[in-house]
């Protein structure tokens, strides 16, 4: 018997806050036709950020993730790495979402790409999933040697969690930065 998988999106971040590139690289990645579901992933203590300077409890950048990505089709707001205590591990997600019936993709931005070797149990994770990568910037955006995958074919959104704290704090308007919605939540 054929078994049709459930193809699955995991777009893992910490949202701090949710911006507007985030939702265009939602709606690009779930434009493309990829995916049956994609789940957004807050991490609960994103150890490989944590020596840049204090980050917004997790509970918040949750309530802001699912107010920026609310309307957003096909996309669903998860709490499972906040649930679970510790640095927040990919592979433990991946895990969690991995049933016989699904296929997870990886979504990421290119910046990500050359941090995948560091992540835990890397190499186990590269046989478990596929990558959907997101352009950033103007750099080629390659798939890393020994994983699988494809890549966006989006127009690059120069926005970033750093760019838009930066830009809220020297005061400039927050409509052209975050979804409207998580204006009140900031
Ligand atoms: P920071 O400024 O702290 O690096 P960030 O903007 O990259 O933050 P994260 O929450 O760390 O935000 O990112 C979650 C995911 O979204 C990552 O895979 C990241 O590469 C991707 N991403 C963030 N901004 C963009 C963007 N403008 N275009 C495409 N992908 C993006």
Do not use: C
């Not at 709606?27 to 020596?51: C, H, M, Q």
């Amino acid at each position: 018997m054929k078994v049709t998988l459930r193809r699955v999106g995991l777009f893992g971040g910490t949202f701090d806050p949710p911006h507007l590139g985030h939702v265009a690289a939602l709606r690009d990645a779930w434009a493309s036709e990829n995916f049956d579901e994609i789940v957004v992933t807050v991490a609960g203590d994103p150890y490989l950020k944590s020596n840049e300077g204090a980050i917004t409890p997790a509970q918040r950048r949750l309530g802001m993730a699912e107010a920026a990505f609310a309307e957003l089709a096909g996309v669903r707001v998860s709490d499972m790495e906040i649930r679970r205590s510790g640095p927040t591990y990919t592979i433990d997600t991946a895990r969690e979402l991995l049933t016989e019936e699904v296929a997870l993709t990886l979504i990421i931005g290119a910046d990500v790409v050359p941090q995948l070797s560091r992540w835990r149990e890397a190499e186990t994770l590269s046989s478990l999933v596929t990558l959907y990568v997101l352009p950033r910037g103007d750099d080629m955006v390659t798939i890393p040697i020994g994983w699988r995958g494809t890549i966006a074919s989006m127009e690059p959104v120069d926005l970033s969690s750093t760019l838009t704290r930066e830009r809220l704090e020297n005061g400039e308007n927050p409509h052209g930065l975050v979804p409207d919605a998580v204006i009140p939540l900031l």
